[in-house]
């Protein structure tokens, strides 16, 4: 287990997430740098690959029934298998205030290392076979650096085809909106 020196300032989520990760008793590493503008620009701080800076994602099930999602950074989540995994007609994203209501992070910083409740993880199906991947570490400009595998086991995360490819050159990811996804 590595992570940054205890010199720097942790946030309280930062906090969280670290020790969250020290209790999961895997190897990691804290990677800090500056903000970032893109997905590209966030791999290359990482010393990653885009396909292994991983989102994670908040998903509404239900009232107050929520999980995370992570998809890799090259990914887009493929709403109708999600919602045929899980087993529901309608999903949706909450917005920023409901986010950080139901995890104890800003969007942005989004982990399940330390969430103020443990909800159920959904890895997608390329997370636990990518070597190294980055994952949010509760703060801005913050990841931590882990095995997919040893992730995917460390949250005891249900392992699904859950995503497609991003669109070349597309403007971001469009799974970030707070949008209601349903099946049509």
């Given amino acids: 287990m590595t992570s940054s020196p205890r010199d720097v300032t942790e946030t309280p989520g930062e906090r969280r997430s670290r020790e969250a990760l020290e209790r999961a008793d895997i190897d990691f590493e804290i990677v800090r740098h500056g903000p970032v503008g893109s997905l590209e620009e966030a791999a290359r701080a990482r010393g990653l690959r885009p396909a292994q800076v991983l989102k994670t994602l908040v998903v509404r099930?239900?009232?107050g029934d929520y999980l995370?999602?992570?998809v890799p950074g090259d990914r887009t989540i493929a709403w109708p298998r999600l919602r045929a995994l899980l087993g529901v007609s309608r999903l949706s994203?909450?917005?920023r205030q409901v986010a950080f209501e139901v995890t104890g992070y800003e969007r942005g910083t989004i982990t399940p290392f330390g969430a103020t409740t443990?909800?159920?993880?959904v890895a997608d199906a390329h997370v636990a076979d990518a070597g190294l991947v980055s994952v949010g570490a509760g703060g801005h400009g913050v990841s931590a650096?882990?095995?997919g595998a040893a992730l995917v086991r460390?949250?005891?995360?249900r392992v699904a085809d859950v995503t497609d490819p991003r669109a070349p050159g597309s403007p971001g990811p469009p799974d970030i909106r707070p949008d209601v996804i349903s099946q049509q």
Avoid: Q
């Fill in 93 to 95: 994203m909450p917005d």
């Fill in 154 to 157: 460390a949250l005891d995360a």
């Fill in 68 to 70: 995370f999602v992570l």
């Fill in 145 to 147: 650096t882990v095995d």
């Fill in 118 to 121: 443990p909800w159920p993880v």
């Fill in 61 to 63: 099930r239900g009232d």
